[in-house]
């Protein structure tokens, strides 16, 4: 198997489906399936081989270059999964919309483009790769029209910022070394001179920073997140954000090289110090503006800027626990993240667009697969033990804890305390409590949504009691990023400043399930018995108002809500405003009359003559 | 001896856990000048709860109760019990994340049970872990960082030899605040928030009946437990009593004794506790944030910065 038959099945698929479209939807689905599919398949077939090959010369005389290692393995396998569980889950969801062909083609031009980013071997394809995922992913936040126009403005004006950034970047590489062959930069760069470094890192590093969401340059994720149609919500969040963490690897140990980035600066000031400073500022303080949220996806995008903090932290610190930490973490988020906005999509296709958590409650009696699905994200999310993110989490304070940075530890950790509320606001108002009257009818979420929650509830499970699986590849990363080699087990990780050891933790937690399980059937059988019939002191209960979600944490709303505000985005917003009275200003000069240039002309040449009347210069 | 301990610490937790629901009644009987019930009292009702009628609110209600039971039990297998200690790996990170699952299911459990007055309690109940948490992180941080491990069985041997936390000056500060935060990790006055039993009718538990209350009851029982033997663990040096047990370590008589000690050091601590408890009146929620928030987390704050120092 071949890159170039890879890029080529995923770009030509892109747009065959599209024509495919104009004649059949049935067949344009299954096609866009088989194709999501296909390109799975290959990428399982590229496990373990490294290949880096040309295909196009000419390009201003610098070849295009594809190449695999294991890192863009790792990425490309999870991207190829969860764009082909989008595609299936989108079956049912976009059914019956408008504008369906335009948007399987756009949901699997950005999986293809993520693809083209991470197999891509020189800057050049990497650069319009990404451009290609930045405008098709406006596009499709913008779908839905209406607010989403302007959460796809937002995103694609700070999009183009970091792509500015990193073509200035790539532009200085080029001129200095007359190369973008990123495995030629690699050699060349490590001895370059530590301003230089320093540059380069701040450059790319905003670009991926812009992507990654890290605090101060979050402002466009959470309209984004929240406005664009929930199943590619899944892949945005999941993946597609994330392309930002790639980056960081790539600039930060791949092209600069772990010897040369982590000896940047003096004292506390160096690079990956206040990289980790800004990983920890993004997991706080997102984390407790979630929790203020009351709308679900908006709430999960403000988890989706936290967490992605803890892989900043992780691959900040480099060390070979932090990346392990770090990758891993990225993987697990991708996980459960999808997995949470796929529940939500599956809650707002049968409430009819409902995410609005006062209005919901009560669901798990009629969508029990979708509340599994949200019951284990949040699980991951908080990184409950047996879940996927207590192992990558653990990794991660570890590292922190032992490298004597117990601040940034202590922002970590606080980080959890303060998901455990968010998250379990969002379970409880949406699934449990009292079902409203409307809803007394709804369907059970149809097959094509169902699986895709299954295969990821059940990754999360895998990943959580078995992490050695996806962590024995990611020790073959950290090894060809230059870091010593961890010792993995298929359900732990061993080391000489303790062990963890997930299989021991499902053991004992399944026996003492089971043995309290046969006392609790010993007992006298409980009747099942309805909502209403329910302790209220002796008074009647009122029907659809006996609930308890509106300001579940009232007291602490009270207390925190006036210092839990987005003041950069207010910032940025206020920049925005004052550029565009600039603009107002500057336009009232085109006042569109042949007169007024006219005017403008002559007083400009009367400006000259009087300069060379009075001093002759010309 | 692992497998032993397997066995015998939880059996151990729970005895002592319950003898503890009960003998609290007992002293705070005398304190309010009652005569109060017999020490057994808590067992006699947990037996006579497992034969009362009960209802269900759906499988998330029974499954919930029995994952948050579950949860406290594989807990207290990771923490020491004087030298024995089955489970060690992940250490206290481990221990810290595992002793998320008995709330979790507690309010998965009262969750679906639909009550307002269940989930208000549930709302109460996480806030106040936010207020605790922040000092307690900050303490076992320095805990931590001062004994560079993660392992709780290495924080507690190296107390064996060097002397107790409490006792050493870097993290007095931090115990200090520790002993501060206890009454709300306990759940007691003035932190009896979440179980108010006159506003909520008690919180979490109140669709809970028959044999949901009785195991609800462990779960509070082994809750307590956790709570002080952490305390214990981590800076009234385990199981260690000046040196004196330190010839016959590694014996059976040695594992006899320290487990011993280790419960009388408990007793000691829960008592105070209970003092504290039979005077006070509750706080409301945000007095209790803003009390943790503030000397706790102030002495906890300056405690670790002093050991990143003394480093």
């Avoid at chain 1, 007359?178 to 001179?193: P, R």
């Avoid at chain 1, 305390?417 to 009292?434: A, E, P, R």
């Avoid at chain 1, 046969?518 to 008074?539: E, H, I, M, S, T």
Wanted: hydrophobic share 55%.
């Amino acid at each position: 198997m071949s890159l170039e038959l890879l890029i080529i099945v995923a770009f030509g698929g892109a747009f065959l489906t599209y024509f495919l479209g104009k004649i059949s939807s049935k067949l344009r689905n299954s096609f866009a399936v088989l194709n999501a599919l296909a390109l799975v398949v290959i990428i399982a077939c590229l496990y373990g081989q490294t290949m880096e090959k040309s295909f196009y010369f000419g390009f201003f005389s610098l070849p295009l270059i594809l190449r695999n290692n294991v890192l863009s393995w790792f990425f490309a396998i999870a991207i190829s999964v969860l764009g082909a569980l989008s595609v299936i889950f989108s079956l049912s969801y976009m059914r019956n919309r408008e504008r369906t062909d335009f948007y399987y083609l756009m949901m699997l031009l950005v999986n293809a483009a993520m693809l083209g980013i991470v197999f891509s071997g020189d800057l050049i394809s990497f650069f319009i790769f990404w451009e290609i995922m930045s405008w098709s992913t406006c596009i499709l936040i913008s779908y839905n029209r209406g607010p989403a126009l302007a959460a796809g403005m937002k995103y694609i004006i700070m999009s183009i910022i970091g792509s500015m950034a990193m073509l200035v970047g790539m532009l200085s590489l080029y001129t200095t070394y007359g190369t973008l062959n990123i495995a030629t930069l690699s050699t060349l760069v490590a001895s370059s001179s530590h301003g230089y470094l320093l540059f380069l890192l701040i450059i790319f590093g905003i670009t991926f920073g812009i992507k990654n969401a890290v605090m101060p340059l979050h402002t466009w994720l959470p309209d984004a997140y929240a406005e664009a149609p929930s199943p590619f919500t899944a892949v945005l969040s999941g993946m597609l954000t994330r392309m930002g963490i790639y980056g960081f690897l790539l600039i930060m140990y791949v092209i600069v090289g772990a010897g040369a980035t982590l000896h940047l600066g003096h004292g506390f000031f160096t690079f990956n110090n206040i990289l980790a400073w800004l990983g920890a500022i993004t997991i706080v303080i997102p984390t407790f503006i979630a929790m203020l949220q009351n709308d679900a996806k908006k709430l999960l995008a403000w988890h989706g800027i936290g967490q992605g903090g803890y892989m900043i932290l992780g691959i900040a610190f480099g060390t070979s626990l932090g990346m392990a930490g770090g990758i891993f973490h990225t993987l697990n988020h991708a996980i459960y993240i999808s997995l949470l906005f796929m529940s939500v999509a599956a809650i707002q296709y049968r409430t009819g667009g409902v995410r609005d958590l006062n209005s919901l409650g009560g669901l798990i009696k009629k969508m029990p697969i979708a509340f599994i699905g949200g019951l284990l994200g949040i699980c991951g999310l908080i990184g409950i033990p047996l879940t996927n993110g207590f192992v990558s989490k653990w990794l991660i304070y570890k590292t922190l804890i032992l490298n004597g940075a117990p601040f940034l530890a202590f922002a970590a950790l606080i980080g959890t305390w303060g998901t455990i509320l968010s998250v379990y606001k969002f379970l409880h108002n949406i699934f449990l409590g009292q079902l409203p009257e409307k809803y007394k009818n709804i369907q059970k979420s149809p097959f094509s949504m169902r699986l895709p929650i299954i295969v990821l509830s059940f990754a999360i499970l895998l990943f959580g009691i078995l992490p050695g699986i996806p962590l024995k590849v990611i020790n073959a990363i950290d090894v060809s990023l230059g870091f010593k080699s961890l010792n993995v087990t298929l359900w732990g990780i061993a080391s000489d400043s303790g062990t963890l050891n997930t299989i021991n933790i499902f053991a004992v937690v399944l026996v003492f399930g089971v043995i309290i399980w046969l006392l609790f059937k010993a007992g006298r059988k409980a009747p099942k018995v309805d909502q209403y019939d329910n302790y209220a002191a002796g008074a009647a209960i009122p029907k659809g108002k006996y609930h308890y979600t509106v300001d579940y944490y009232n007291p602490f709303y009270r207390m925190a809500t006036p210092y839990l505000k987005d003041f950069v985005d207010v910032f940025y917003m206020k920049i925005a405003k004052w550029t565009q009275n600039l603009c107002n200003t500057v336009r009232r000069i085109y006042t569109g009359y042949v007169g007024n240039y006219v005017m403008y002309i002559v007083l400009f040449m009367a400006f000259l003559i009087l300069i060379q009347l009075k001093w002759s210069v010309f | 001896m692992q497998i032993w301990g397997i066995i015998l610490s939880p059996l151990l937790a729970l005895v002592v856990g319950i003898f503890f629901l009960g003998l609290s009644r007992k002293i705070m009987a005398r304190i309010h000048w009652r005569y109060g019930p017999p020490i057994t009292q808590p067992v006699i009702d947990i037996i006579k709860l497992f034969s009362q009628k009960s209802i269900s609110h759906g499988t998330i209600f029974d499954l919930g109760l029995i994952l948050s039971l579950a949860g406290s039990f594989v807990v207290i297998l990771f923490l020491p019990l004087g030298q024995m200690c089955p489970l060690s790996s992940g250490g206290l990170l481990a221990i810290l994340y595992l002793m998320l699952l008995a709330p979790l299911g507690i309010a998965l459990s009262s969750g679906e049970a639909a009550n307002p007055n269940s989930s208000i309690g549930i709302s109460r109940k996480f806030l106040l872990a936010l207020g605790y948490e922040v000092p307690l992180l900050f303490i076992l941080l320095a805990v931590m960082t001062h004994y560079n491990t993660i392992s709780l069985v290495e924080i507690v041997r190296i107390q064996s030899t060097t002397g107790w936390s409490f006792g050493s000056l870097p993290l007095l500060l931090s115990g200090i605040a520790y002993f501060l935060i206890l009454p709300a990790i306990l759940g007691i006055r003035p932190f009896e928030i979440a179980g108010a039993g006159q506003e909520i009718s008690s919180g979490a538990n109140a669709e809970f009946g028959g044999k949901f209350l009785a195991f609800s009851t462990i779960q509070h029982a082994l809750h307590e437990f956790i709570g002080i033997s952490l305390f214990v663990n981590l800076f009234l040096g385990g199981w260690s009593l000046f040196g004196i047990l330190e010839p016959i370590t590694n014996t059976v008589w040695g594992v006899i004794l320290g487990i011993i000690v280790f419960l009388i050091k408990m007793l000691i601590v829960f008592i105070l506790g209970l003092f504290i408890n039979a005077v006070f009146p509750r706080f409301r929620i945000e007095q209790a944030i803003k009390y943790l928030w503030k000397w706790p987390t102030l002495f906890a704050f300056i405690g670790l910065i002093v050991v990143v120092l003394v480093k």
